[in-house]
């Protein structure tokens, strides 16, 4: 298996057409502007690691091809993270044991109470999940002997705690707000980092593109590529031409290979 980071999904919470809006970026036939929920696939050391189960996540994993899942890492609760939790059932139920699920105290709460049926040590169904609690204070935690993973402490709408992961020289941020200097520190050296960007407009609880290449030109990654992308940021085309040389606005589908990075 080839190191690399699949872009599942790259829509902000509605997706990209929205439902009724007839703008030019939702009316586009260009399939760079149609932006499912947001969600990621890192293939690394011959293991699946997936970054939240996006509320269009079944149609992702049969559009990939995607019949295999080692661990998940779950960013916050919210549903267009969390809601395609329960397409993994399928993917459970051939594991001889319970699949890792990763996250916080709080967000293992609720998602014990959304799909009970999936969790605990004797799930209704074959398989299950088993979870595992992130203590962001408690840094690097270990998916196996090979990968360790950095919780990265951000905010989201409010003040809402929000974890990105750093896995090696790869970092998964989305529906970031702010971070503060401790752990942007976390995310130097880095060959890869995904980051959020809603729009070119600030809003309340996304980062905005200026804020998004600010972070970028601080911590200056090999390669960032934006996420979690509303209609209102514009074509893909005319923005990636605005962007500097090492920045890429990300789409549905799109691979990056690790070591081409490298």
Same mark, same amino acid.
């Given at each position: 298996m080839q190191d690399q980071l699949i872009f599942l999904g790259t829509g902000t919470s509605q997706g990209v057409p929205i439902i009724g809006c007839n703008c030019e970026v939702c009316s586009s036939k260009d399939p760079h502007d149609h932006r499912l929920r947001t969600s990621a696939l890192l293939q690394y050391k011959d293991k699946n690691i997936l970054f939240d189960t996006s509320a269009d996540f079944r149609g992702q994993l049969l559009s990939e091809g995607i019949t295999n899942?080692?661990?998940?890492?779950?960013?916050?609760?919210?549903r267009d993270h969390t809601a395609g939790l329960d397409e993994l059932r399928p993917i459970t139920w051939k594991r001889e044991d319970s699949l890792p699920i990763y996250a916080e105290q709080r967000v293992l709460t609720y998602l014990h109470a959304a799909f009970p049926h999936i969790m605990g040590g004797k799930p209704k169904?074959?398989?299950?999940? *088993?979870?595992?609690? &992130?203590? @962001?204070?408690?840094?690097?935690?270990?998916?196996?002997?090979?990968?360790?993973v950095i919780p990265i402490r951000m905010t989201h709408f409010q003040g809402l705690p929000i974890l990105g992961f750093r896995i090696d020289k790869v970092a998964y941020l989305t529906d970031c707000k702010t971070i503060?200097?401790?752990?942007?520190?976390?995310? *130097?050296?880095?060959? &890869?980092? @995904?980051?959020?960007?809603l729009g070119k407009k600030e809003h309340p609880s996304h980062l905005s593109l200026s804020d998004a290449l600010e972070i970028i030109d601080y911590l200056k990654p090999k390669q960032a590529y934006l996420t979690h992308i509303g209609h209102a940021m514009g074509y893909h085309k005319d923005v990636q031409k605005e962007l500097p040389e090492n920045v890429y606005l990300a789409y549905d589908g799109l691979k990056v290979s690790l070591v081409a990075v490298k």
């Open positions: 899942i080692d661990y998940v890492l779950f960013t916050h609760e919210h169904y074959p398989g299950g999940a *088993k979870l595992r609690e &992130v203590a @962001v204070d408690k840094t690097p935690f270990a998916l196996n002997d090979e990968i360790q503060d200097n401790e752990n942007l520190n976390k995310l *130097k050296d880095l060959d &890869v980092l @995904v980051i959020n960007a």
